[in-house]
């Protein structure tokens, strides 16, 4: 179903990540503070093209950084694109957003977060970024607050935000915006899903929050929404919007009932909730595709799942890495599916006709001799840094990777620098 195309080796853990809308352009947030944009390889791209500041891949195409920069000091929490792709948007450990362009990464304006509350003199922490639409930016803090700053002055930031609500007591881990109603003039949406520790939040632009869940019992860690197709019989054209727990099941909700979840998928369960292995990342399979109604998710012990969420069951699993979680997947402007997590990014697209083949061939191997196949990895031993295993913190949960406020061990390589930046 999947190959993987090419394999990009990080300096640092990859904090976050995010794909241009129109355009073939990465960009990664690592646990060191830095920020660097990469080329991906196009179907036009040739192997013969490698120059000094491209990146070791797998052989089907050469992934080139455009930029990098030390962002942030401390780690770079979160990423998020404009919805023109022309502003590019990040925040730290450090409390600082940033506002700068993708092509060159030059800092176009800056603000600090406010303090947690009007009692406390320490600024709020960022976790997540979501660029509602072309006015409006959400930010979502480990406090679980959530600012709304307006962008209208070209994409720049407002140091003063125009909202603030809190749907959550703990860390806002997925912003999720519901599709707009066929009312809307502008065609972007007014409404946006919130998952933040153990519960489900929704808030309206205009009216805050209109409702919240019951405690679910289990971290919610990340969310995508099911524009059609999946609702309750007679409800069809109602969105869903499947939750990813730390428990290892895929939580169903049906748009108007936020009370509490209507369905469950086993993705990677254990005996318990504490044995399940976290979904720590989801996204939805473009239609452009043909595969129906399915969800890529990303698991806490590296694999990726694809699911099938109208059969109610994982259809493949692929490895991202032998180690470290998945903590990020998008698709892009391609449809390709770009996962990343640990010190790694991989490029993975539709399988041909003859990977297909081999694939089923292997695996009527694997059943007739009884053993399981072991997985490939394309990581790199090279990690270009000094760190050693032991030195590593080790993450059983998103979640304290994602409140860990210490800032991240750097490679002790040199880095590609680009002056000017910030």
């Keep these: 179903m999947l190959e993987n195309l090419c394999t990009l080796p990080l300096s640092a853990d990859l904090f976050t990540q995010v794909v241009h809308p129109s355009k073939p352009l990465l960009t990664v947030g690592l646990s060191n503070g830095r920020v660097e944009t990469f080329r991906i390889p196009t179907n036009d791209d040739s192997d ?75 600024s709020d922490t960022p976790a997540i970024l979501h660029t509602l639409s072309p006015q409006t930016l959400l930010l979502g803090a480990d406090s679980g607050s959530l600012y709304i700053f307006d962008l209208r002055e070209n994409g720049s930031l407002n140091p003063k935000p125009v909202r603030k609500h809190v749907p ?100 990677a369960p254990g005996e318990t909730k504490r044995d399940g292995e976290s979904l720590d990342a989801i996204v939805r399979v473009p239609d452009e595709l043909g595969w129906g109604k399915k969800a890529v998710v990303g698991v806490g012990d590296g694999t990726i799942k694809i699911v099938d969420l109208k059969r109610r069951e994982v259809q493949a699993t692929f490895q991202h890495d032998e180690v470290e979680g998945v903590a990020a997947l998008h698709f892009d402007y391609d449809n390709r599916l770009i996962s990343g997590g640990g010190r790694v990014v991989k490029v ?75």
């Design 348 to 422: 993975w697209a539709e399988a041909g006709p003859a990977q297909e083949e081999e694939e089923e061939e292997e695996e009527e191997v694997v059943e007739a001799q009884g053993v399981k196949r072991p997985a490939d990895s394309d990581d790199s031993d090279d990690h270009d840094g000094s760190d050693s295993d032991s030195d590593r913190p080790k993450r059983e949960r998103k979640k304290k990777k994602r409140k860990g406020s210490k800032k991240g061990k750097q490679g002790g390589g040199p880095a590609a620098s680009f002056p000017g930046l910030d």
């Design 168 to 267: 959550h007591s703990d860390y806002i881990s997925s912003l999720t915006p519901l599709p707009p109603s066929a009312e809307s003039t502008s065609g972007f949406p007014k409404q946006w899903v919130s998952t933040g520790g153990s519960t489900l939040a929704v808030t309206d632009l205009r009216h805050g929050i209109m409702a919240t869940s019951e405690d679910q019992e289990d971290e919610l860690l990340c969310a995508t929404v099911i524009p059609t197709g999946l609702g309750p019989k007679g409800m069809r054209n109602n969105a869903v919007i499947a939750v990813g727990t730390g428990g290892g099941v895929l939580t169903l909700w049906d748009r108007g009932a936020w009370d509490d979840q209507q369905e469950r998928i086993y993705v």
């Design 48 to 122: 013969d093209d490698e120059d000094e500041n491209s990146s070791i891949t797998g052989g089907k195409g050469v992934i080139k950084s455009v930029w990098s920069t030390h962002r942030h000091k401390g780690s770079c929490r979160t990423l998020a694109y404009s919805t023109d792709g022309e502003s590019l948007y990040s925040a730290g450990t450090d409390s600082i957003v940033k506002h700068f362009s993708p092509e060159t990464g030059v800092v176009v304006s800056k603000i600090g977060l406010p303090p947690v509350n009007s009692t406390s003199s320490q």
